[in-house]
């Protein structure tokens, strides 16, 4: 059918005189379109609507809101977003069926008329006046599509909502005005195409993709007659005509379509009839909206890509303009998330943690070098039912987490890097008692001092009785010692701690200053796993800290055309030197090689990690790396409440959970499915001599020293850590000297002394001749 002008020739003037005549001479004619025609009678076609001419004639057709893609890194789609489910197509994918249909029930005279329909207009205004209320409209479908437009910029805001639906004379000049405009703009095929994506369906469908989608299953250009007239129907009353919830209804209104459309002629009787018996057919798809419809267990990244949406200023200056960039979609986020690193994840998690269990897990895996994080997934589930959350366990509070989880032991590579750093050796050795008071006092940051209380002084010990010093640092990191971390956090001073962890990105998750004490050293500070993941990815790219990052690419679809929206960068600096990373791998290579994270070595591939359990057992962690890859694992009641003592996980009962017990299989295991294939290339490690610890034996005889005429200095410093009860004892001992002190430092003997001054005098330099010593 030909397209004719707007108003069958009329200009935009003399259309708008033309209505405007019209409405006067009819008592306010657009008012009994819109009201009760008691109402329009008393209206004066001027007074609080602004006259016509007045109002601006710029209307623009908004953005409108669509579906958001979330992809992985190989393209394949995590989850779709949307405040409004919604798919813009093109006429010509819309099938021809449904043009007509849409027509025909909303619109019959669309073609033949301009913006306004004057006949239907003064049909409407007899009817309403004969109902004494609004029984029937006029709006044609350009109107209606302005309408919309004005919904769609309210978005969810109800007082705009209600303001852009109030049925008043206002409203309706302003739709006259901006109909009369699209219409000249626009054309027919345009303004259809417009008006079928942006109409509501019901069930959460916005636009006929959407709607062809939700009912049927099939792409809107696949539409047959009775699919289209039913959809068409729903338009006017998409919850009374709803065919999920009532087919009848939804029947009738169908088949009412379906004779309009042959009354017009764009469907035979015959084809009508035979339409109007066939069942509704539908093939209903659920709504796949949020982060809960995520695959591969990544509902927690997905929810992670959307708190830095929204919280970062590379997409808005503001939170507002960075939430309605989200809310309208129409997005295709390209993200970090490797899927076989995420797949291994889920399988190493669900193997030894059971969702219903009393304690979780959370594990995140990151790229060393880039910050990328692979894979990010937990225990329980991400949704609202039983043993399921929506709090992302892996991440700080302000991203969705909770408040973090003490990282145990964990926290003493970068105490280790930090002394490095500052120029203490790998061969530092301190007396390392089995319990000791903390040292006192002890410099922190900012020319503050960290001081013991004298009257109740706090206390640490080790793990076990047997772990009892002087110790290196290679086996007291692989034996994980507290006392020798305490010792070696107390002679280089909190600060530089402090600092290090700094440069490594981590911080507390609850967004707190870490505390200036030297208890910090044995991981008292609340951390996530992301945090702890990226920092050890520090290591293994030997010094370089990489800010973890979610986000690829994201592109935009703005009509036909697609634009790529700029996204935040890891930013990277170096957090200390190769040698000192290299130092630090080398460490942590012993922990699983010989120490505590044996059962979390990788079989054919170098790789380094420590493990981690706070006191009582609230938290076990293991956090690792090999060159190419970085993980952590946390194990524990995210309440804090439920100690792992006498406790099954995954169906087997513990005694007490230690980090290489169920943290470290979790990491062997996500972390052999996520390397699979991957290249394994080795460390650069350096050479840490064989520790002497004063008894000619290396490492080797950890026998009591017998007092014989050994190493004066050694001897000595055993003898002050027997003599002082090892409370305030800071006995470190390097090649022979000790510069060990009573509660702080005392300089290395500078007199001799007779060799049978020290002899007889008890068990002296390996373990010292008092409480402390002895059992250090």
Not at 492 to 511: L, N, T
Not at 690 to 698: I, L, M, R, T, V
Request: with cysteine; hydrophobic share 35%.
């Amino acid at each position: 059918m030909p397209k004719k002008r707007s108003g069958s020739g009329l200009s935009a003037t003399q259309q708008a005189a033309k209505f405007l005549g019209v409405s006067v001479l009819a008592g306010a004619v657009m008012a009994g379109i819109a009201l009760p025609a008691a109402g329009a009678l008393g209206l004066a076609a001027k007074g609080s609507v602004k006259s016509f001419d007045e109002i601006p004639a710029n209307l623009k057709s908004p953005q409108l809101s669509q579906r958001t893609t979330i992809l992985d890194n190989r393209g394949n789609q995590i989850a779709t977003v949307y405040s409004r489910d919604r798919t813009v197509v093109d006429l010509e994918d819309i099938s021809p069926y449904m043009q007509k249909a849409i027509v025909a029930i909303e619109d019959s005279r669309f073609y033949k008329h301009g913006a306004i329909d004057l006949k239907g207009v003064l049909r409407a205004v007899n009817k309403n006046a004969q109902e004494g209320g609004v029984a029937q409209g006029a709006s044609t479908l350009t109107q209606q599509l302005v309408k919309n437009y004005f919904i769609e910029e309210a978005g969810d805001d109800p007082t705009k909502v209600a303001q852009a639906t109030q049925q008043t004379l206002g409203r309706k000049i302003r739709e006259l005005k901006y109909a009369i405009q699209i219409e000249e703009q626009l054309g027919k095929k345009k303004i259809l195409e417009n008006y079928l994506n942006i109409t509501f369906f019901g069930e959460q469908a916005y636009g006929v993709e959407a709607a062809a989608q939700r009912y049927f299953s099939k792409h809107a250009k696949n539409l047959n007659v009775q699919e289209a007239a039913l959809l068409a129907g729903i338009v006017q009353s998409p919850s009374r005509y709803d065919p999920v919830n009532d087919e009848a209804e939804a029947t009738k209104r169908r088949n009412i379509v379906l004779q309009r459309m042959a009354e017009l002629g764009d469907i035979s009787q015959k084809e009508a009839d035979e339409a109007k018996g066939k069942p509704l057919g539908l093939r209903t798809s659920q709504p796949k909206n949020g982060c809960i419809t995520a695959v591969q267990g990544a509902g927690f990244f997905c929810d992670y890509v959307r708190e830095v949406f929204l919280t970062d200023p590379a997409f808005g200056k503001t939170k507002e303009v960075r939430a309605k960039l989200w809310n309208q979609g129409g997005l295709t986020i390209r993200t970090t998330l490797d899927p076989q690193a995420q797949q291994s994840v889920q399988d190493s998690i669900k193997e030894h943690v059971y969702k219903s269990d009393g304690v979780a897990t959370a594990a995140t895996i990151v790229e060393p070098g880039t910050g990328k994080i692979l894979a990010m997934g937990q225990s329980r589930p991400y949704g609202f039912g039983k043993h399921e959350t929506q709090i992302n366990l892996s991440v700080n509070q302000d991203m969705g987490g909770g408040a973090g989880y003490q990282p145990g032991s964990t926290f003493k590579p970068i105490v280790a890097a930090a002394a490095i750093e500052g120029g203490k050796p790998a061969t530092q050795q301190y007396s390392s008692p089995y319990e000791m008071t903390y040292p006192s006092p002890v410099s922190a940051c900012d020319g503050k001092t960290w001081r013991n209380n004298p009257r109740k002084p706090e206390k640490l010990t080790n793990e076990n009785e047997s772990e009892h010093g002087p110790y290196g640092m290679k086996e007291a990191t692989a034996k994980s010692v507290n006392t020798y971390y305490v010792q070696l956090i107390s002679d280089i001073g909190i600060c530089p701690v402090v600092d290090m962890a700094k440069k490594m990105g981590v911080a507390r998750a609850d967004g707190r200053k870490i505390d200036q004490a030297p208890s910090i050293a044995l991981g008292t500070q609340e951390m996530s796993p992301l945090t702890m993941a990226s920092a050890y990815a520090t290591f293994a790219s030997r010094g370089m800290y990489c800010s973890p990052v979610a986000i690829e690419s994201i592109t935009q679809k703005a009509g036909r055309e697609q634009k790529s929206l700029e996204v935040p960068k890891s930013t990277c600096s170096r957090a200390m030197s190769e040698t000192t990373a290299d130092t630090v791998s080398t460490l942590l290579k012993g922990v699983v090689e010989d120490g505590t994270g044996q059962e979390a070595g990788l079989d054919n591939r170098a790789s380094a990690g420590k493990t981690g359990t706070t006191d009582e057992r609230f938290a076990a962690w293991f956090v690792g790396y090999t060159p190419n890859m970085a993980g952590a694992v946390w194990v524990g009641d995210p309440a804090h409440k439920r100690r792992m003592i006498n406790i099954t996980i995954g169906g087997t009962p513990y005694d007490k959970v230690f980090g290489g017990a169920v943290p470290g299989p979790i990491w062997r295991d996500m972390m052999t499915g996520a390397l699979e294939g991957k290249p394994a290339p080795d460390f650069n490690l350096v050479d840490i001599p064989e520790e002497d610890n004063g008894d000619g034996q290396g490492k080797g005889d950890r026998g009591e020293h017998e007092g014989t005429n050994e190493d004066p200095g050694q001897v000595i410093g055993g003898l002050i850590g027997g003599l002082t009860d090892g409370g305030a004892t800071d006995g470190a001992t390097t090649a022979g000297t000790t510069t060990g002190a009573i509660g702080g430092t005392v300089p290395t003997p500078t007199f001799s002394l007779p060799g049978n001054f020290i002899q007889g005098q008890g068990n002296g330099g390996r373990n010292g001749n008092g409480n402390g010593g002895q059992r250090g």
